[in-house]
Structure formats: C-alpha cells, structure tokens
C-alpha cells in the first residue's frame, strides 16, 4: 500500500513514550467522580457511529439474546430426564449440554473446555490484541448495555458532565434515579437469567412471578444482580484495568504480527488544532501533521485511554476511536484511518514504503491451533467412547478378613454400579483372580449366590451393594491376593472392571 501523496515527504517518528493510563485521559474540564480502586477521572464515553460501534452493537445483541433464550430452549432426552438443553442439575448432580450428559466424575470434560476456552482466547490475542475484551468479554457487554442506558436518559457526554457538575435538584435526582432504576432492573434480570441455567427455567419463572422461590435462589438472584450493577454500573473500565488479570496476559501473547488499535504518529504529529485560515501545506510547513487534536479519539473511548500515546494496558481493543477519528478526517478532508487495526511491522513497511503483509500462520497460531484441535479431538473421543457402566469397589477394612467356622476365608467389599443409561440394566458379577470364589449379597438372597451374582441399576442411578467374598480353606492364599471385580450387562455385553485385593490369614 502506497502513501498517499501529500505524506509522502514525512519521515519516519520516535515512538512517543505511553503515559500512564491512569492519566492518559484527564481534562481540565472533567471533575473526577466517584473511585473505587484508585483516584482517576471519571470517564465520560461519548456516542459514536462507525463500522466497529455497529460490530459492538451486533456481539452485544447477539450475546445477550444467547444468554437470555438459552435456558428456554428444550431438548427431548425421555420421560423422567430434564428436556431443558443447558442444564446444570445441581440436585440431580448431573450437567445436561444438547445430548451431552455430564456426571460429577466426569469433570475432566469440563477442564478440556476451560482449556479451548483459554487457548481460543489466546488465539484470539495473538491475531487481533484484546479482541475478546472488545467485544465478547461480560464485563465488557453489560458495561456497554449501561452505558448506553446513561446516554438516554441523562443526555451526550457534554450534558452528562454538566448534570454532575450542577447541584442537586429535583430534575437531577429524578434522572439519576431513573438511571439506576435501570440499571437494577436490567442487573436482576441478568441474575435471574443466570439461576435458570441450574434449575428448569420454566418451573422457576413460574415460582419467581408467586413469590414461591426458595431461600437459596433468592440469595444467587440478589448475589449475582449486585455484582452486575456495581461491575457494570460504578466499576466499569476499572474492572478491565486493575482486577482483570488477562490486561496482564495479553502482552504475552502479541508480537510485531498482531492487529492493535494503532496511532498512525508518523503521519499525525505534531498534534495542534486546525485554524480556519491555515490550509495543509502550511501546516506541514510548520512541521504538524494531520492530529488537529479534537481528542474525540479519548472522549469515546469507554476506558478514557489515549491512543496516541502508544499501546497502553487500559485499552481494550474495541475500536470505538478509529470510528471517532475516521469521521472528524472525512469533516476535514484528511485520509481515513489515522487510528487504525494494524501491526507493528506494516507500519514499518508504510513508513519505509513497502508493501504491506498480514501473516496469520506463524509459531505462536501454529501451536495454539494444534493445541486446541488435539484437545477437541480427545473429548470428542472421549465422548464417542465414553462406557455407560461405572464399577468402583470399596473393600471393609474392619475386620480385614473373617474366618469361618469351616475354614474359609471371607472378605465384605461395598460395589456401586453407575448406570449411565436411561433404562434399568441387569449385571452378571464376578470376581477374577480368585479360586472357587462363592459370591452373596447382604440381605438380599434373590441375587444368587456362587461363582456369579445378577445385580440391577436403575436408570441414571448409582446402586450400591454389600457383597460378600468368600474362598474355601483348600483354596486361600496367604497374606494379599490381587483381584478384579468385574460387572456384565447381559444385554448389551458392556463391562466395567474395578481392581481391589482378598486378604487371608
């Protein structure tokens, strides 16, 4: 990409050193508000029309209406199951994603989708810097939702510093009030959404609308509803800028290749206003560039960064500026994307006039890539292959072992058997490694008794039974002796299979 022709005499800029964040924003005009975590002015974000605020507007819609309409959505798994398609089934101790049915022992699913999630946003990061802050971060959306709410009701940014400059009077209390009316409302349908993940949402909403709701969903609604309105509501960019670790992360995961929200200083220095009577040869005489220094870069801006001072922590990537910049450019007659998504080595290669390049395939993408497919490939096995038979054996420790009046030996084991399935299932059980092993179950003659014992689990349950053990005398060895349980669905041939130990005098 070639310059455009009346930059082409500029020459190549020291990088201006980034100011501290906490001060990259602050204007004489602007009192600071109210802080929580450190003394800084209050941001006043301004409205802003472009391509990236309509993408902002899109994730955001797209967002909220996947986290509000998901719980409503049903899936058919049989009679007795939960239909709801996303469901954590904190009773039934049971998690439910489409036809994935996910048990407590079966939480090793749930560290392989933390796992893409991390790397996915590393992916992310290493393409595009803090895109994910930008636009998919929660914090992110609902701090936008607020804001936009605090732009309808107490005005543009000029008149939102005007109202909290002026005494307090009934029209100002009664647009604060309204203000925060909507952000509660808003904060307690997030939390009420967020509880109908762990119980069937339209059984909730029923209890909800008669105030039958118990002690402890209640206590998540208001828990959850809290923590909304402050993050989103008084927190806001602070959140990104000191409590979230990932604004730490993120320098980790750029390199020269990565797409930033850039300040294109070689072609905008030096800053200074535009003056009616000055036209663009005079001021590249004077040495200024195409900055005229309207700041409406820093005013859209939700965490009050300035961009042209360099990259900064507190800036997340969303694109709001290049916006802003763009369209006072297009009012002076100035080439767009001052402020632009580029990388560090094309604005090199601009400075220096050659082409541009964007390499997306480079070790950093390589390897998250690989990293996430084997880790989807290996639960998407895993899935595939899981058994729907579950054998896990306990063996009494007190006594050890009992002798019996005829010489043989008896050990007691506890056997729980998890059927997975949604029918009830019967189970041939054996024991291997054992000689004329003879098998009975506690209080339950029916079962059978030698070699081999019928048990049965019900449908998505655990059975749990006492099963007795016992080896004649001519058949006993000393001490320790190795085994297997092993537990056989006579219908479908599916085993499961639990190691243990028999001990004898």
């Known amino acids: 990409m070639s310059l455009p022709q009346e930059d082409s005499t500029l020459t190549r800029r020291p990088a201006q050193a980034a100011k501290p964040a906490a001060a990259s924003h602050a204007e004489p005009h602007e009192e600071p508000g109210r802080h929580w975590f450190v003394n800084r ?29 998901t719980p409503w959505i049903r899936w058919e798994r049989g009679p007795g199951i939960p239909d709801q398609a996303v469901l954590v089934d904190m009773v039934g101790r049971r998690a439910y994603f489409l036809w994935i049915e996910i048990w407590p022992q079966e939480v090793y699913y749930l560290t392989g989708l933390l796992i893409l999630g991390t790397f996915g946003i590393f992916f992310a990061t290493t393409l595009a810097g803090r895109i994910w802050c930008g636009y998919a971060c929660p914090q992110t959306v609902w701090t936008d939702l607020f804001m936009w709410v605090e732009r309808k009701i107490e005005g543009p940014r000029t008149a939102r510093i005007r109202l909290d400059k002026a005494p307090m009077t009934g029209a100002k209390l009664a647009r604060k009030g309204a203000k925060h009316a909507a952000w509660v409302a808003i904060s307690v349908m997030t939390g009420g959404a967020w509880v109908f993940y762990f119980n069937d949402a339209p059984t909730l909403m029923t209890e909800l609308l008669h105030g039958q709701i118990t002690s402890g969903v209640a206590t998540f609604i208001a828990l959850f509803s809290f923590t909304t309105y402050f993050f989103a509501g008084w927190a806001r960019e602070q959140i990104c800028i000191y409590v979230c670790p990932w604004r730490s992360f993120q320098s980790a995961m750029v390199d020269e290749d990565t797409f930033l929200v850039t300040y294109e200083d070689w072609r905008g220095e030096g800053r200074a206003p535009l003056r009616k009577s000055q036209s663009w040869e005079e001021r590249k005489a004077a040495g200024l560039g195409d900055c005229i220094d309207c700041k409406q870069c820093v005013h859209v801006c939700p965490t009050g960064t300035d961009i042209r001072e360099g990259q900064q922590i507190s800036c997340i990537g969303c694109g709001l500026c290049v916006d802003a910049c763009n369209d006072v450019m297009m009012q002076i007659g100035r080439p767009i994307d001052l402020v632009r998504f580029d990388t560090q080595s094309n604005q090199i290669a601009k400075i220096d006039g050659k082409p541009e390049r964007v390499k997306l395939v480079r070790p950093r993408t390589v390897i998250y890539s690989l990293i996430m497919l084997v880790v989807a490939c290996a639960m998407g096995i895993a899935l595939m292959l899981r058994p729907t038979l579950d054998v896990s054996v306990l063996r009494d420790r007190a006594p050890l072992f009992v002798t019996l009046s005829d010489g043989s030996v008896q050990n007691a084991y506890t056997i729980k058997l998890l059927n997975k399935t949604h029918i009830a299932r019967s189970y041939a059980v054996t024991v291997e490694g054992l000689r004329d092993a003879q098998l009975s179950v506690a209080g339950d003659e029916g079962a059978g008794s030698g070699g081999s014992l019928t048990l049965t689990a019900e449908a998505d349950s655990v059975a749990t039974f006492r099963v007795f053990v016992k080896v004649p005398a001519a058949a006993v060895k000393s001490g320790s002796t190795e085994v297997a349980v092993i537990a056989k669905d006579r219908t479908s041939g599916e085993a499961g299979k639990h190691a243990s130990v028999f001990m004898a005098p």
């Open 41 to 69: 002015p209050k941001v006043y974000a301004a409205d802003v029309k472009g391509r990236f605020r309509q993408l902002k507007w899109a994730a955001l819609i797209v967002l909220l209406a996947i986290y509000y309409i």
